[in-house]
């Protein structure tokens, strides 16, 4: 005999025996378990995930179409169940304890795993391959994700992928969140690695780069303090590249430039260093075929360290989808196929010409 569960017409979990034989009899569910699955309803882990996004209960009962006595009664049964307070009550409404963020985080993972089963069934009921949404840092190995992408199309042409693109620290929010199954991307702090799984696929080099035809390029002996004066297109300050970049500037013992635009998108990047004077730090593998093209070109000094490397980021405790394993196993492989770093060799040879000051 085996203990499975079913629901009840209140959507309650509760033991059943099924008349099926088993080698071996599984483990007997632990009393606290077991009162869980006994009490605990799908309607009740939705309350928890409402209450750990807006702090007012009768907001969280209108989303969940229940009366507020109705809501203030579950909260409280929950309370029982679990054996603790879960939220502090204050005048502005509802704060989790940390046992209580602990549960919430517990509920939004089983809204977040629930919403994804039932869109993924919905999706292969309709004929569909499934789907799959993942975070990319458009800026490092854009090599490495398109050949990923086209070994995973290639085996699953029905899959829906979607690529979110953004800059590390916001790919490790929105994994966080998650509104993302994986990401490819660079830990934005140290902590967050107590949090998410973190395989690396490769370092990238940095290399400042500039449009075709910039003064710059007929300067002999670049050197940072030449360079500061000028316009600069750089990452945000929480991002890893304008993080390495500020740290290339203190151990040079030069000042930050002054004249400088924010932007997180490396296309808008590309874009403005090709159509202003300005110089650009950015990973080598973003300019490479715009380098080919003549369209931008290497400024031929070597600049700092190897930028850390990026790799394939996941929550911690949570097992990836058959799709999202599938694609890891193509970023793997197309990590190891990779070269970095071919063109900023090649270009750092030098150039030998004058030229002429900042704008």
């Not at 799984?197 to 002999?220: D, I, K, W, Y």
């Not at 931008?296 to 394993?325: D, H, N, T």
Request: net charge neutral.
């Amino acid at each position: 005999m085996y203990t499975g569960t079913r629901y009840d017409s209140n959507h309650t979990l509760s033991i059943c025996d099924n008349q099926m034989e088993f080698p071996e009899t599984p483990d007997p569910l632990t009393p606290g378990v077991a009162r869980l699955v006994n009490r605990l309803r799908l309607k009740h882990l939705e309350l928890l995930a409402l209450l750990g996004d807006t702090p007012v209960l009768h907001v969280a009962a209108k989303q969940l179409n229940v009366s507020q006595p109705a809501t203030t009664k579950m909260l409280a049964d929950l309370e029982a169940t679990f054996g603790f307070v879960l939220f502090e009550r204050h005048a502005r409404g509802l704060r989790a304890t940390p046992l209580g963020q602990q549960v919430v985080d517990y509920a939004r993972a089983v809204r977040r795993m629930t919403a994804a089963f039932v869109e993924d069934l919905d999706n292969r009921r309709r004929g569909g391959g499934g789907r799959l949404v993942v975070g990319a840092i458009m800026g490092s190995a854009p090599d490495v994700l398109a050949q990923a992408v086209a070994q995973l199309k290639a085996r699953r042409p029905l899959l829906h992928l979607r690529i979110v693109g953004e800059t590390s620290d916001q790919i490790v929010e929105l994994l966080e969140q998650g509104e993302i199954e994986l990401a490819v991307g660079r830990p934005a702090r140290a902590e967050d690695l107590r949090h998410f799984s973190f395989t690396p696929l490769a370092n990238e080099q940095m290399v400042l780069a500039v449009r075709g035809g910039h003064p710059l390029l007929r300067r002999p002996g670049l050197d940072l303090p030449t360079l500061v004066p000028w316009p600069w297109v750089l990452q945000p300050p929480s991002s890893p590249s304008r993080q390495l970049f500020e740290t290339e500037l203190a151990l040079a013992g030069v000042a930050s430039p002054v004249n400088v635009v924010e932007c997180s998108s490396v296309f808008a990047v590309l874009q403005l260093i090709q159509e202003t004077n300005s110089v650009a730090a950015v990973s080598e593998s973003v300019v490479r075929d715009h380098v080919r093209a003549g369209l931008i070109a290497v400024l031929p000094l070597r600049f700092g360290q190897v930028l850390r490397s990026f790799g394939i980021l996941s929550r911690r405790g949570e097992a990836l989808s058959e799709a999202a394993q599938d694609f890891a196993g193509c970023l793997r492989d197309a990590a190891q196929l990779g070269e970095v770093g071919d063109v900023a060799r090649t270009l750092l040879r030098g150039h030998s010409q004058d030229a002429s000051s900042p704008p």
